[in-house]
C-alpha cells in the first residue's frame, strides 16, 4: 500500500468518495463535499448544505448533465433517508446541487446500497425485504435496476 497523502479537512464525520480525472469527491456527514487534487492532497473547495445528511456511498456515472460541468453526475445514498437517492450535478469546483431524488418503495424493503453499470447506463439497487440484515430466516435480497440517460439532462 502506498500513502498518497494525509490531509485534515472539514469536521464531521468523513463518509464516501469517488475519484475522476484526478480529483477526489469526498462526502461529509451535514450534506458537505471537499474537492481534492489527487496529485498532492491539496484541498480544492468545500461545498456545504447540497441538501443530504449523510453520505453513505458515492459513485460517478460517466453522464454530464450539461458538456460544461466539471464532474459527471454522482448517485449519492444516505441512510438518514432509508429508500433514497440522490443525483447530484457537480457543476464546478464550487457549485453543487440534487437534481433528482430516486425513491424505492419503502413497503418492499430497506434500501442499503447500490453500484452503477456505467458501460450500461444501469443502476443496481440493492437491499433487504425486512430491515434486519442479520435475520436471514425471514428475509431475502432485493434487487432493483433503472436505466439512466446516455445524454445530458435525460435522467428517465
Partial sequence: ?????????ISGS???????NGYLVQLYSGGHLNILDMT????ISTISNIGFQ?????????????????????????DATP???YVVRIQSFTAASIIKTYEFPAEDGYYCGYTVDNANNIV???????????????????IW?????????NME
Fill in 145 to 153: 435496476t433503472f436505466q439512466f440517460g446516455k445524454t445530458n439532462r
Fill in 14 to 20: 468523513s463518509q464516501a468518495f469517488d475519484i475522476y
Fill in 83 to 85: 429508500g433514497k437517492m
Fill in 54 to 78: 449523510h453520505g453513505d456511498t458515492m459513485q460517478f456515472s460517466n453522464v454530464f448533465y450539461d458538456p460544461s460541468d466539471q464532474f459527471p453526475l454522482a448517485y449519492v445514498t444516505s
Fill in 1 to 9: 500500500a502506498t500513502n498518497l497523502f494525509n490531509t485534515t479537512l
Fill in 124 to 142: 443496481y439497487s440493492l437491499g433487504y425485504k425486512i430491515n434486519e440484515y442479520r435475520n436471514s430466516e425471514n428475509n431475502g435480497i432485493i
Fill in 40 to 43: 498532492d492532497g491539496s484541498e
